[in-house]
């Protein structure tokens, strides 16, 4: 164990929703054994800039090129504050009220407190409910939630160190993760282009095209200055400063003035949420009226265009798609929608996107993911500047296809040291977004596609079924290490309903911190973060300089927290399993591994790695001539395919047409959905008139999904809290001036936003950054119920989204554009009505504290 009583400065990769993948790496200043500063990591500290070969983008007499640091964003910069927050949990801890030889009490989940015990009983408890779970209902009885939206690890994990443990018990259930972020890609946009893993598209060297070649940029749904953070740090918006200084236009077309929009837009095009298809309809209507789309084109790289055709001039339901018709709908006027159309055909246009904003993760996404790709198509898909960036996320899945930056020599990956679970499915699975469905229902379920990204798209039309009929059984215990399905994914009351359903007999929680899911489990972990580790990291989504380092441990643990694999390990032991799980290997042993499988380890050796604790590839020689995004297949579309079955631009879809004919929320060609039978959310359906406002919830300013909620330093910034009256800092609500008067809500005020699933508190923002009959409300907000299942406080709109799936036969997330009622209350006739939730200790900056939650306190 390494003496920190002098300062010391050490390497960490301060990323989230991934593994391994640094992104936003750091430097760590510790003194006396405390982190007292977080700041960006010098690249130049042991590698020349000739060793590392900085690559430089010139276009019209201007240079982009790399800094020497790293671009932290904020949520880097305070994350010190994150490790020493107040909600860590210091130590396992029990449900007060759940007696593994007596009464569980499973409907007393959320409401119970839990009481301290030791690592032992702890790990002995867990191996016990294992054994007996599993020899009761069978190995498929245990569900490990374990994926997604957690700190990025290699050895530790999480998202997913008990899958290798199960395994060797005889099997498990695996929570298969939606392409939360690309859903409207993945069901719908991979059906005209393909585009395996997640439907966006290809990326190859498209900083370089579009600074050569792209006059216009569409941002639709996107905001470059608040998406990345979490994952690629400051780049989107250095680029975003960049494409405007070299003459490049930025229309932003969203519902709000994100903060994209509010430094970077040239014109802001409103439009309501769940609408952008009736838009697009329209944008291809003016087009095909007017004469103005590539015919030649269209003719040699795409198929079914006339069935298109056909449907967007009224032919085949007798409703012409003008933008008069779009205009009503999305509130665009029908003058904007065909300045746009004629603007864009005029000129060089690329769509940019932060996986596509919410637009994409709302109902029926698969049609404007569909006809996004249709309009790229109209205009000439893949000759020079008319393509699709995304603005984060380089590297994908390793993929040379998703780099849009200069192409280095090699993408390391530290995968051979990765604990967690790969996409090798076990016997049975359930799609992250059916799991509440799937423990309430007393019937088998079925879908269509496993619903992970990284399956292709005829994976979309195999029917699955829980329980598995080859030997599945129905869930008896979860075990989770990425506890925020109820303030991340869709329908969260319903999840708290499945986690108190008496057939959950048990439910372990592993995490650093008490907030949201861990508050209905039954036993609880203490983890460490990534700062109170050692591990290894990559850096290869900050367009920067794709890197490999070492990640000291920069400080002790914090109470008696284990990181997610020790923890596992200790549940090992006690089930005898130790020798197997960890495979004799140690975690310096597990370093190593990873290093040496990199793809770095012919370029230097392990001991000059560890010595310099970094290794940064150089940009790969002749870059600059890498064919940009779609470009071999706009040259040669016989000879560079699609992954599609005709191999071409799909406007008919052949798969579709094929296997599901008759799905009218899904047709064969993209059609505008405003309602239909998986979904009524829609100003024009009658159910409007009870809930007259939709709501669009983007990935959060100041957190990462449910991550840093607690931050004492960003609570302080009036945009991510309103303060209320009684004091409580709550979840801005953003409403138009034109909306919040006639409701007499003033800044500041108190709201409740509701549906028939729930109800959510809230902080007034009055602004006209959104535009009228929407609101807006960040996704992420940790868990504070008043009435667990019914009622929230802190702001969690995620507990009132649909808990239906995409549509029918999609089995995507839908956590934005959904309807609701908003109106302003009395929080003291709340305590009043529920004074029990009121009674729990409350921290002014970082939220409701531990203490409340633990019998006893302290």
């Not at 505008?672 to 009524?680: D, R, V």
């Amino acid at each position: 164990m390494k003496s920190h009583n002098q300062e010391k400065t050490y390497i960490k990769g301060l990323g989230w929703c991934g593994f391994g993948i640094g992104s936003n790496s750091a430097e760590v200043d510790v003194k006396d054994g405390k982190i007292v500063r977080i700041r960006p990591f010098r690249f130049d500290k042991e590698y020349k800039p000739e060793e590392m070969k900085p690559w430089k983008l010139k276009a019209r007499g201007k240079v982009f090129e790399p800094t020497m640091k790293s671009l932290l964003p904020p949520f880097s910069m305070v994350y010190k504050k994150r490790v020493y927050s107040p909600n860590r949990i210091p130590y396992p801890l029990k449900r007060v009220d759940w007696d593994p030889d007596g009464e569980r009490n499973p409907q007393n989940r959320g409401l119970s407190q839990f009481e301290r015990i030791s690592w032992d009983e702890a790990a002995e408890l867990i191996a016990k409910e294992l054994k007996r779970v599993q020899s009761t209902y069978g190995p498929c009885s245990v569900l490990a939630q374990a994926d997604g939206h957690g700190e990025t690890k290699s050895v530790h994990g999480p998202h997913g160190c008990q899958t290798a443990l199960l395994e060797l018990l005889g099997g498990y259930t695996i929570q298969a993760r939606n392409p939360d972020s690309w859903e409207g890609w993945y069901w719908g946009a991979k059906h005209v282009w393909g585009q395996d893993p997640v439907g966006q598209g290809t990326q190859t060297n498209l900083w370089k095209d579009i600074s050569d070649h792209t006059n216009l940029l569409l941002f639709w749904g996107c905001d470059p200055e608040t998406t990345p953070w979490g994952w690629s740090g400051q780049q989107a918006s250095r680029l975003s400063y960049w494409f405007t200084e070299i003459g490049i236009k930025s229309i932003y077309i969203c519902p709000d003035v994100n903060y994209g929009a509010a430094v970077h837009a040239d014109k802001w095009i409103p439009v309501k949420p769940n609408t952008d298809a009736a838009m697009q309809l329209a944008i291809a209507y003016t087009w095909i009226t007017e004469g103005t789309y590539d015919q030649a084109y269209i003719a040699t790289h795409a198929h079914g265009f006339d069935q298109f055709a056909d449907y967007v001039l009224g032919k085949e339901d007798g409703i012409p798609k003008t933008p008069k018709w779009a205009a009503e709908i999305c509130g665009v006027p029908s003058r904007t929608i065909k300045a746009l159309a004629r603007e864009w055909a005029a000129q060089a246009t690329t769509i940019a996107h932060c996986n596509g904003g919410s637009y994409i993760r709302s109902t029926y996404a698969s049609e404007p993911g569909r006809l996004e790709v249709c309009l790229l198509a109209m205009q000439g898909l893949g000759k020079p500047g008319r393509n699709q960036l995304k603005m984060i996320e380089w590297g994908l899945f390793s993929m040379e296809n998703q780099v849009p930056h200069p192409r280095s020599e090699v993408i390391p990956n530290t995968g051979g040291a990765y604990q967690g679970w790969f996409f090798t499915l076990p016997k049975q699975f359930i799609p992250k977004t059916l799991i509440p469905t799937a423990i309430l229902s007393d019937e088998p379920i079925t879908w269509y596609g496993t619903t992970l990204a990284g399956f292709p798209r005829e994976d979309q039309f195999i029917k699955y079924q829980y329980p598995a009929p080859d030997g599945g059984s129905e869930i008896h215990m979860i075990w989770t290490d990425t506890p925020c399905w109820t303030t991340c994914w869709t329908g969260g009351n319903k999840m708290i309903q499945a986690l108190r359903s008496p057939k959950v007999e048990c439910v372990v929680a592993q995490h650093p911190w008490m907030e949201n899911d861990c508050l209905f489990a039954d036993i609880i972990l203490p983890i460490n973060t990534k700062l109170e580790e050692e591990d290894i990291s990559v850096d290869m989504f900050s367009g920067q300089f794709n890197h490999i380092f070492y990640e000291g441990q920069c400080v002790e643990p914090v109470g008696e927290s284990k990181s997610d694999y020790e923890a596992v390990c200790e549940v090992a032991k006690r089930l005898g399993l130790y020798e197997q799980y960890t495979k004799g290997k140690s975690i310096a042993d597990w370093i190593k591994a990873g290093f040496e499988q990199s793809g770095v380890a012919d370029r230097l050796s392990y001991e000059e790695f560890r010595k310099k604790e970094y290794y940064i590839v150089p940009t790969a020689d002749g870059w600059e001539d890498d064919p940009a995004g779609f470009a071999p297949f706009n040259e040669d579309p016989e000879g560079n395919p699609l992954q599609t079955p005709t191999g071409k631009l799909e406007f008919y879809s052949m798969g579709l047409a094929e296997y599901f004919p008759h799905d009218q929320e899904r047709p064969p060609v993209p059609h505008w959905i405003p309602f239909g039978e998986t979904h009524q959310e829609s100003l024009l359906h009658p159910k409007s008139a009870k809930y007259p406002f939709l709501i669009i919830s983007n990935h959060p300013r100041w957190r990462v999904h449910a991550n840093l909620d607690d931050v004492t330093w960003l609570r302080e910034i009036p945009t991510c809290k309103v303060k209320g009256p009684d004091g409580y800092l709550y979840e801005p609500v953003w409403i138009h001036p034109l909306d919040a008067k006639p409701l007499g809500i003033q800044d500041g005020d108190i709201v409740r936003i509701f549906n028939d699933r729930g109800s959510v508190l809230g902080g007034a923002y009055v602004t006209e950054r959104i535009m009228p009959g929407v609101i807006y409300q960040d996704h992420g907000a940790r868990l504070d119920p008043i009435v667990a299942g019914k009622m929230d406080r802190g702001g969690a709109n995620n507990l009132i989204c649909p808990s239906e799936t995409t549509s029918k036969n999609c089995s995507g997330e839908v956590t934005s554009g959904f309807l609701i009622g908003v109106e302003k209350v009395d929080i003291e006739e709340i305590k009043a009505q529920h004074p029990a939730s009121f009674a729990r200790e409350y921290h002014p900056d970082a939220g409701l504290i531990i203490d409340s939650w633990i019998k006893g306190g302290k």
